[in-house]
């Protein structure tokens, strides 16, 4: 068996069945005989970093290895800042690239490849020999799994046609179970709860298996729960669930967390974004902070009390331990919560150049199903609004592909992440801007007939450099866009579309987003009045402690 069929049928025993990719002579072998005699699904994407992006999403989305394969040289080099975002995101992604011939100094696509790769974060599993190639792509993918990021298998082309030797089994990933509290730190922890009056939950990715076992807490304890950005949805449906810790809060949820005096942080890295650079703290709040990972601990934020240990037996310790208590758990947090709304909070303000970009993330959390996969993207409008409006019915069904603090990365994300659930829509809120640096993928989404709606939170801007230019006093020309019709783009591309201008507009487009039967794209025309106000009525304006104008990516 050649080497090429060997790693394909290694992959195909690791249970590959969907890989994303962009073909070339050097990864041709392995691909054909995946997708022939293996089965495989190919996605074919029109660029590299487009195909590492949809196994990136089609990982977070769908909790699996996601697989993608390029070729050498200019291939790989286009996949980095692809690859860096998959590794800051700690997403377990395989990627198969082939490597052209060692010493061979005529190939213009020579590159020292593993040179190129590190960089960015991720590994490099090399295949060394035709004797080792099976062991290799298995390492490879243990690595990815175990390690949590992205592995890149370098496949030198030479190889491919030789003899393969005989490899291991396939690597199947065991959980080794986490360590237990102590029961002697749960008490100490029980102890402080008993003194606190306003407690609350907040829990991040770590705590996603703990769901059960921490509204279980909060009922005994009265206190509220909340969740980091990135496991949103965590709580949903919970009567006192306040969302989001941090710069993304709503109204509501800052005004209650700020108010507790004990925070209990599980699974949660407490990193300067969850609590708004300080902001969240305001009430000066004892810390609790568990975690399985002793580096976590006061890595970002101090703790006052440390528990090392499983989420979920923490919180069930905690919970037979804990002196019951009505904390916030009253009438009046119920009305309170209960009374609050995004529309209220942010009332329409659209005009005649367009619509108030609040408006389209109601309009959008109204007509989409809630069973639903939202990825948000890097840049103005299509982060923060989104991200605070927008509900989500699990932690999976928050995709975030701004790790590295890019724009034009959402739409080859939300490819992997409808791949990986087609059984939900999959809502993709883009800004132009972004949308122009990945377009092309718009062809992957309509050849795979995906349930995607793409939104574009079009300003005819790259926005937070206008604003920013504006306020300083600089030529906001230099950042204008003329605004491209994107809605006719995406017909010639074979989706359906629509251009929306007006509130009464966007309730037109219910029965074009509500349960798509393949890919539509709605260019959203906004006013950029609504943000220039929101700099005009802020003293600080640029001030980077302000928490609307710093990077919030994490």
């Known amino acids: 068996m050649r080497v090429a069929e060997a790693v394909a049928g290694a992959l195909a025993a690791q249970g590959v069945s969907c890989l994303f990719g962009v073909l070339g002579d050097g990864n041709l072998p392995i691909l054909d005989v995946l997708v022939r005699e293996h089965g495989a699904d190919y996605v074919a994407a029109a660029r590299e970093d487009g195909a590492v992006l949809m196994a990136d999403g089609y990982a977070r989305a769908g909790g699996r290895l996601g697989v993608a394969t390029v070729t050498h040289g200019p291939a790989l080099t286009n996949a980095v800042t692809a690859l860096t975002e998959a590794a800051r995101a700690e997403t377990p992604v395989l990627l198969v690239a082939a490597d052209t011939p060692p010493g061979d100094r005529r190939n213009p696509q020579a590159i ?8 960015s974060g991720a590994g490099v599993q090399q295949v060394h020999s035709a004797e080792s190639a099976v062991g290799d792509v298995v390492l490879a993918v243990r690595r990815a799994l175990t390690e949590r990021r992205p592995i890149v298998v370098n496949v030198p ?4 046609h030789l003899e393969a030797g005989e490899g291991p089994g396939p690597f199947r990933e065991d959980h080794p179970p986490a360590p237990l509290p102590r029961t002697e730190e749960v008490a100490r922890v029980a102890a402080a709860l008993a003194r606190a009056e306003r407690p609350v939950i907040v829990a991040g990715r770590g705590a996603a298996g703990a769901r059960e076992q921490l509204v279980a807490l909060g009922e005994r304890t009265g206190a509220l729960l909340a969740t980091t950005l990135k496991a949103k949805g965590l709580f949903g449906g919970e009567p006192f669930d306040v969302g989001v810790c941090g710069g993304f809060a709503t109204k509501i949820g800052r005004e209650l967390i700020r108010a507790s005096d004990l925070l209990l942080a599980v699974g949660a890295g407490l990193n300067s974004f969850t609590v708004d650079g300080g902001r969240m703290l305001a009430g000066g709040p004892v810390i609790v902070h568990n975690d399985v990972r002793p580096e976590a601990f006061d890595a970002w934020t101090p703790a006052d009390l440390r528990v090392l240990g499983d989420a979920g037996a923490f919180a069930a310790m905690l919970a037979e331990t804990a002196e019951p208590k009505t904390g916030w758990r009253t009438g009046e947090t119920t009305r309170r919560i209960g009374a609050y709304s995004y529309e209220t909070e942010y009332p329409d303000g659209s005009d005649e150049t367009g619509l108030d970009p609040h408006t389209v993330v109601a309009a959008l959390e109204r007509m989409v199903p809630r069973e639903r996969t939202l990825v948000v993207e890097g840049g103005h409008a299509a982060l923060s609004e989104p991200s605070r409006g927008l509900s989500v019915p699990d932690p999976s069904g928050f995709v975030f592909p701004v790790n590295f603090g890019s724009i034009g990365l959402g739409l080859a994300s939300a490819i992997g992440a409808a791949t990986a659930r087609p059984d939900r829509v999959t809502l993709a809120v883009t800004g132009d801007g972004a949308l122009m640096m ?10 795979r007939r995906l349930r995607l709606v793409v939104v574009v939170m079009n300003d005819a801007a790259f926005g937070y450099e206008y604003h920013n230019m504006l306020h300083r006093g600089m030529d906001t020309g230099l950042s204008l866009i ?18 929306v201008r007006t509130p009464g507009e966007l309730d037109d487009i219910k029965g074009l987003i509500a349960d798509p039967s393949g890919p539509v794209l709605v260019d959203a025309r906004l006013t950029r009045a609504v943000r220039t106000r929101w700099f005009a009525e802020h003293e600080n304006g640029l001030d980077p402690a302000e928490p609307e104008f710093r990077p919030r990516y994490r």
Request: net charge neutral.
């Open 438 to 447: 990945n377009l092309a993928e718009l062809d992957t989404a309509v050849r």
């Open 157 to 160: 082309t030479p190889l491919l």
């Open 112 to 119: 020292d490849q593993q040179d190129v790769i590190r960089p």
């Open 482 to 499: 003329p605004r491209p019709d994107f809605a006719a783009v995406a017909r010639a591309f074979g989706a359906r579309a629509a251009t």
